[in-house]
C-alpha cells in the first residue's frame, strides 16, 4: 500500500506563488505516474498536471505556463511549483499516484488565493 502526505498549502496574495509537495511511502516500485488534481466545493475532481516516470508532463490549459510538475525520484516526492496565481486557484489540491491498475490518492490541501 501507498500512503501519500501533501504539504505546502496555504493563503497566497494574487500573484504570489506556492510550492506543494507530496511525498510517498510504502510499496511504490510500481508507481508510474503521479499528478496533481483540484476540487472546489460542489465541483468535480479536475487534473491539474502529470508527469511520468520519463519526465514527461502534462498541464491543464488553465495552469499552463504558470505551474509547474516536477518530481525527486530520490525522496519519492513530486511538487507542483505554483506562480502568479488567481482567485480561480483557489481550490483543494490532492496528490494522485497511479501504479499497475491502482490509483492512491493523497488527504488533499487547501490553496486560497485572496488578498
Known amino acids: 500500500q501507498v500512503q501519500l502526505v501533501e504539504s505546502g498549502g496555504g493563503l497566497v496574495q494574487p500573484g504570489g506563488s506556492l510550492r506543494l509537495s507530496c511525498a510517498a511511502s510504502g510499496s511504490i516500485f510500481s508507481i508510474y505516474t503521479m499528478a496533481w488534481y483540484r476540487q472546489a466545493p460542489g465541483k468535480q475532481r479536475a487534473l491539474v498536471a502529470y508527469?511520468?516516470?520519463?519526465?514527461?508532463?502534462n498541464y491543464a490549459d488553465s495552469v499552463k505556463g504558470r505551474f509547474t510538475i516536477s518530481r525527486n525520484n530520490a525522496k519519492n516526492t513530486v511538487y507542483l511549483q505554483m506562480n502568479s496565481l488567481k482567485a480561480e486557484d483557489t481550490n483543494v489540491y490532492y496528490c494522485?499516484?497511479?501504479?499497475?491498475?491502482?490509483?492512491?490518492w493523497g488527504q488533499g490541501t487547501q490553496v486560497t488565493v485572496s488578498s
Open positions: 494522485k499516484a497511479s501504479g499497475l491498475g491502482t490509483n492512491y
Open positions: 508527469i511520468t516516470t520519463g519526465g514527461s508532463t
